[in-house]
């Protein structure tokens, strides 16, 4: 029986008075993608900083691939790579010359490094900036370059910190590309998000965590049954309309409906998206025009709203790094 | 900026090929070294101050005191040479600590860190990198020393091993700096911490003039100070007229220096979060 690819148990971490990492049970099964989806200061840099051994747990165990992560480091660093949060390739030299350190590092001989980084370098579209120093590079090639620097041995399992933060919806797709690809050639992917979107696009299992702990898992779907499957929101010509407008709406969802700030705004959560569209001929019956309207995905805030009953801690933009 | 390339196959360009054996201690602290000379090539502005001072230091002394202190500043040059050769090389030292604390911080030593490599490899890397540093450093102040008129009496030979010791103290005394490295947070106070210390050691030391005419507490302080044996030491060698007990000080120095702080550098590595 293959073992999975993380187990963890009762995993704790803290930092001063702070518990980072607060009794985490995570089972990542092998062969999968595994998203770990929380706000910042969660606790998901540390935890998985803990898997890529950088950090050694104050409680609970850790397993990668049935290797302990303290007592057999080594065995885990073999079948880990993992790509952090902010670059971990070095700005002062040049893409090449990066993976082919990395190259060496893992063992290749001079010759075979030059040869693999080239190979690399052409398939994730670097080979025109492949000499240039990574300091001049967009963000989205040097995430692209970051990522490649992980797959010179393809790992068993790639751990990915919040790959597309700070990404162009262009640069965003391509890392998913690359996610999908290794998926498919059997490479395990654990990655961390704070969008929901991300997690439902790439993920067949989702943790939620939040205050170190995980506060619910299952598959994207289990997990959007539980919040609602979106926002819909309409917006009319007139304001004078929206009253009417509310109670039509409101009678035809079956849920209550919101007035937003904008005086001519309705939102209503949306168990069933396919009701949307019955729902706007009915408003259309009713003599009602539309300026706009959009069924949107819910976002992490109503996750979290529907989960813990409490929104998303405002104010905390600070990086949990700072803690690690 | 052109547009960005559609990633062709990525699934071609995973390897199915087994992952080659691990790099021996030695074979990965080589590699850390060849990035360090690399950096050292695209980056080449780095030695610019460190290199400025000690080049100021000998026109400025050779030729303001020479005539006064040793009768010619050619005369006092065969004097200050080697001093200023060794504070050169002293003072670029500083440079292992204050590259570390800029590296550890950003994500890069992370992944050094989670490769199954021999642990030390990154930082012992380092500083055999800086080597490198140390030798361009020796190489422009002999330079500078032959066009300005000195002229060694050890010779070629001389001047090699002179260099070659300097090397061996330089590489203990990094470790001092890259200890600091991993405590202090920001590498401007590395930096500046590191020249507080070396600013005296230098100073207060037989590089500029022979202590003979200070006063007693200074001579005591400059007898017990390491680079006063460095210099005198560099003097002999390039002047052909070293014992082995000035050799012998010296890197019985630099072993005690790496002793002491080399594992303590590791151990703060190694807990470093």
Avoid: C
Wanted: overall charge neutral.
């Amino acid at each position: 029986m293959r073992p999975p690819a993380v187990e963890t148990a009762g995993l704790v971490k803290a930092f001063g008075t702070t518990r980072a990492v607060d009794g985490v049970d995570l089972h990542v099964p092998s062969g999968s993608v595994y998203g770990v989806l929380g706000p910042n200061g969660a606790g998901k840099t540390t935890t998985i900083r803990i898997l890529a051994t950088l950090l050694r747990p104050d409680a609970g165990t850790a397993r990668v691939f049935g290797h302990d992560v303290v007592a057999e480091a080594d065995a885990v660093r073999d079948r880990v790579s993992m790509t952090g949060q902010y670059a971990s390739v070095d700005e002062d030299l040049t893409g090449r010359e990066n993976l082919v350190l990395l190259a060496r590092l893992l063992g290749f001989s001079r010759q075979q490094a030059r040869v693999r980084a080239g190979e690399l370098l052409d398939a994730f579209g670097l080979a025109e900036a492949a000499d240039r120093l990574v300091k001049t590079y967009s963000g989205g090639m040097r995430r692209r370059l970051d990522i490649t620097a992980s797959l010179i041995v393809t790992p068993r399992l790639l751990v990915l910190d919040e790959p597309t933060t700070g990404l162009d919806p262009h640069s965003r797709n391509q890392v998913w590309d690359i996610v999908r690809a290794l998926v498919a050639d059997g490479t395990t992917v654990l990655l961390t998000t704070q969008y929901l979107e991300e997690a439902d696009q790439l993920a067949d299992r989702i943790a939620v965590i939040d205050h170190g702990r995980v506060i619910a898992e299952g598959t994207p779907g289990q997990l959007k049954a539980s919040v609602g499957a979106g926002a819909l929101q309409v917006r009319v010509p007139d304001p004078a309309q929206r009253a009417h407008a509310e109670r039509v709406l409101a009678q035809a969802l079956g849920v209550p409906v919101h007035p937003t700030s904008d005086p001519a705004t309705l939102s209503a959560r949306v168990d069933d998206a396919h009701r949307v569209v019955a729902v706007l001929a009915e408003l259309s019956s009713a003599g009602i025009a539309l300026a706009d309207f959009a069924l949107g995905q819910p976002s992490l805030d109503e996750v979290f709203l529907a989960l813990t009953g409490h929104p998303t801690r405002p104010g905390t933009t600070t990086k949990e790094d700072d803690a690690a | 900026m052109t547009t960005t390339p559609i990633i062709p196959d990525v699934g071609a360009a995973l390897s199915a090929r087994a992952r080659p054996p691990r790099p021996s201690a030695l074979s990965a602290s080589r590699t850390f070294a060849w990035r360090a000379l690399l950096k050292l090539r695209h980056v080449p502005e780095q030695l610019i101050d460190v290199i400025g001072i000690p080049v100021i230091f000998t026109l400025g002394f050779t030729y303001l005191f020479g005539g006064a202190l040793a009768g010619s500043p050619r005369a006092y040059l065969h004097f200050l040479l080697p001093g200023t050769l060794a504070m050169t090389v002293v003072l670029v030292t500083t440079f292992s600590g204050v590259t570390l604390n800029t590296g550890i911080t950003t994500g890069v030593y992370d992944r050094f860190r989670s490769l199954p490599i021999w642990r030390p490899a990154p930082i012992v890397g380092a500083v055999l990198g800086d080597s490198g540093r140390y030798l361009l450093a020796s190489a422009l102040v002999i330079a500078l020393g032959l066009v300005l008129g000195y002229r060694p009496g050890g010779g070629v030979v001389g001047v090699t091993a002179a260099v070659a010791l300097l090397l061996g103290f330089a590489f203990g005394l990094s470790w001092v700096w890259t200890a600091l490295g991993l405590v202090l947070r920001a590498p401007s106070a590395v930096n500046n911490l590191s020249l507080l210390v070396l600013f005296p050691l230098t100073l207060a030391s037989n590089i500029f003039v022979d202590p003979e005419t200070m006063p007693g507490w200074l001579q005591a302080f400059i007898d017990l100070n390491p680079v006063t044996h460095l210099v005198t030491a560099e003097r002999g060698l390039m002047a052909g007229t070293a014992t082995l007990g000035q050799i012998g000080l010296v890197l019985a120095t630099s072993a005690l220096l790496t002793t002491v702080f080399a594992p303590l550098t590791m151990h703060l590595y190694r807990h470093k979060r």
